[in-house]
């Protein structure tokens, strides 16, 4: 049945009819969006190859109770190599955070039963990645859909509130300490108190041996009245004795409470050393950087002067005679 | 082909040039000898801003280093500075014994131009003592070590004019004085080149030549202003005041003893000042005299 051909139709069939490079026009138009489509093709299977659509994976996970820091897409490294990636993350009805990601097959052999899985910080401002410690190789190998142990790496944040959370018992018993030394009762206003106990005791004591040479020389020819007198006074350097024996309990008694102190102190110390300790491992680094680099400067700037040409632009250092100045000092009177 | 040989010229210059630049490099100084040439630069610049302890300080060191090295040029270099130094400190004999030790046994083979200069700083420090035999007999010694061309020929000149001028020979010293301006260097020596039209102008002043002792002054206030040296820039106002007011040009030398005395202030030196001021009180002084009473 013949069909009614539009009126552009119509003209079109008449170009074509005589003019034949139409025909060919038509079929290059074709092979060029055919061409086209087929690059756009290839960009997308590269693509997903580069994303890892087309490579074997096995799917594992970990649980968390918080699921901070973690999100969906995030990348899985082994040893600094990305293997693998997370897949999702879900709340479970017990409340426990489930995350499931894939490893390619491909490093799957290096992975073992007994790794685990930990998020790290990548610097100060880095994105997180998870991390896969691998487990020991003669452990047999990972099941699909495994569950792996997970532990997250302190950030600058977790180091900073570790730091205080250490720091805060050290800063109590310092406080402690200090406060206890310096109560009414405390150990300096105790000192104090026996310090001037026993100079009393002594002032009494060679108070008495003055009075008892004075007696001597006094009542030489009344010896036996001298004797009562030196017995009385023999009485009282017994009395005085007495006092220093319980200045000296006192004495015992405070040395107690210094030993205590001292064990305090100690604590406090043990405690400021693993903090240096802690830092000690992060410092030093920095330092040999900072080194390195200032020798670096040194070691450029000192070949630079030793290279020609700037060598010879540079003046070398040599001894000069002052100027000759033979007339006319400076502080001279005229004539 | 032209072209080419051209090229291939331009090569072998450029080459040449680069060999002769590598080829010129100061040859490299021992560890010891480049440290205390740095140690006598500090003590240099220390000498020339007045801070004469720092300088005899490092001066001193540099002195020992160079000791233990036998550097004798450096060492005859570092005892003159030292005399220098104990001179402006007012140690004459600390001065001369620095000098001395170049004129003893062991001598070292120190080089004439140095010795030469150390005799004529000696000769300088008894004229300076008021013992005119032994500066002439040091200065002669300076002549002796000084060879055509020395660099210290001025200041011997200048030696030979002070002395002239002490026996009252004032047409000798005047020559002495012109041979050691002709003889000293106007780039490197402008400082002893100042003190040599200083005292020509003063020899000229003595001689009633006022016109040349006011150029003499002149010409080295300009010296001495280009080097800085407050001192000396008082010395040449003060004598210029003089030489006008011998001429009679009274507001003029006021005009000069008024700068001399702004000048003494900004040094801080208030015996200066006061100097100054004896010269302005005694030119006013002539000038009331002089004038003729009202009528």
Redesign the interface.
């Known amino acids: 049945m013949p069909t009614k051909l539009s009126s552009f139709d119509q003209t079109m069939k008449l170009f074509a009819a005589h003019d034949s490079r139409l025909a060919i026009l038509e079929r290059k138009v074709g092979l060029f969006a055919l061409a086209g489509l087929g690059a756009l093709l290839l960009v997308f299977v590269i693509v997903a190859i580069e994303q890892g659509m087309f490579a074997s994976t096995t799917k594992l996970r970990f649980q968390t109770s918080d699921a901070g820091l973690i999100r969906e897409g995030m990348e899985v490294r082994l040893s600094g190599f990305k293997v693998g990636k997370l897949l999702g993350v879900s709340l479970r009805e017990d409340g426990a955070v489930e995350v499931q990601f894939f490893v390619n097959n491909k490093y799957l052999p290096h992975i073992r039963r007994g790794a685990k899985v930990r998020l790290v910080e990548q610097g100060l401002f880095g994105d997180s990645v998870l991390e896969i410690v691998p487990g020991s190789k003669d452990q047999p190998d990972l099941a699909v859909n495994e569950l792996l142990p997970f532990e997250r790496q302190f950030g600058m944040g977790e180091l900073a509130q570790d730091l205080v959370e250490r720091l805060k018992p050290i800063l109590d018993n310092v406080k402690v300490t200090t406060t206890s030394l310096n109560e009414p009762d405390g150990l300096i206003n105790h000192v104090k108190k026996v310090a001037v106990k026993i100079e009393k005791a002594g002032q009494d004591i060679s108070s008495l041996v003055q009075q008892t040479q004075g007696v001597i020389a006094e009542e030489n020819l009344k010896l036996g009245k001298a004797l009562d007198q030196s017995s009385v006074a023999l009485d009282k350097v017994s009395v005085a004795v007495d006092q220093a024996g319980v200045a000296l309990d006192k004495v015992g008694v405070t040395l107690d409470k210094a030993n205590t102190l001292l064990d305090s102190f100690q604590d406090v110390a043990r405690d400021v050393g693993k903090v240096t300790a802690s830092s000690a491992e992060s410092i030093p680094p920095m330092l040999r950087d900072g080194q390195v680099a200032a020798e670096d400067t040194r070691n450029i700037i000192s070949s630079a002067r030793e290279a ?2 700037i ?2 632009m540079m003046k ?20 | 082909m032209q072209m080419h040989s051209r090229s291939n010229s331009a090569l072998l210059l450029s080459f040449c040039l680069i060999l002769v ?2 080829g ?3 040859e490299k ?1 021992n560890f010891r000898s ?1 440290q ?3 140690l ?2 500090r003590a ?1 610049a220390a ?1 020339l801003q007045g801070e004469y302890e720092g300088a005899k300080h490092d001066y001193l060191l ?1 002195l020992r280093i ?1 000791q233990s090295v036998e550097n004798a ?2 060492i005859a ?2 005892r ?2 030292l005399a ?1 130094v104990f001179r402006e400190q007012a140690h004459p004999e600390q001065a001369h014994l620095q000098l001395d030790a170049l004129f003893s046994e062991p001598a070292l083979p120190y080089p004439p131009a ?1 010795l030469a ?1 150390a005799a ?2 000696k000769s ?1 420090f008894y004229l300076e003592g008021n013992e005119p035999s032994l500066a002439l007999s040091w200065t002669k010694k300076g002549e002796g070590y000084c060879q055509k061309n020395c660099t ?1 020929a ?2 011997l000149l ?2 030979r004019a ?1 002395l002239a001028q002490r026996d009252n020979r004032l047409d000798e010293a005047l020559k002495f004085a012109d041979d050691a301006v002709a003889a000293l260097n106007s780039g ?2 402008q ?2 080149l ?3 039209q ?2 020509s102008g ?1 020899i000229s002043l003595d001689r009633n030549d006022f016109t040349r002792a006011i150029h003499s002054f002149q010409q080295a206030l300009a010296l001495d202003q280009k080097l800085g ?4 820039i008082r ?1 040449d106002l ?2 210029l005041g ?1 030489a006008h007011e011998r001429a009679g040009a009274e507001s003029t030398a006021l005009h000069f003893y008024a700068r001399a005395l702004n000048v003494s202030d900004a040094m801080g030196s208030v015996q ?1 000042a006061d ?1 100054v001021r004896a010269y302005m009180k005694g030119l006013q002084n002539n000038s009331a005299v002089n004038t003729p009473e009202p009528r």
């Open positions: 020609w040409p060598k010879n070398a250092e040599e001894a000069k005679i002052l100027p000759m100045d033979s007339y006319g000092d400076a502080n001279a009177q005229p004539k | 630049a590598c010129s490099a100061p100084l480049e205390a040439n740095k006598s630069a240099d000498f540099a160079h040029a450096e270099i570092m003159f500075n220098r140095t200069a004529a700083l300088q210290v001025g200041s200048l030696l002070q490197v020596q400082m002893e100042a003190n040599a200083r005292f003063e040296i407050p001192g000396k010395l003060l004598r003089a200066g100097e």
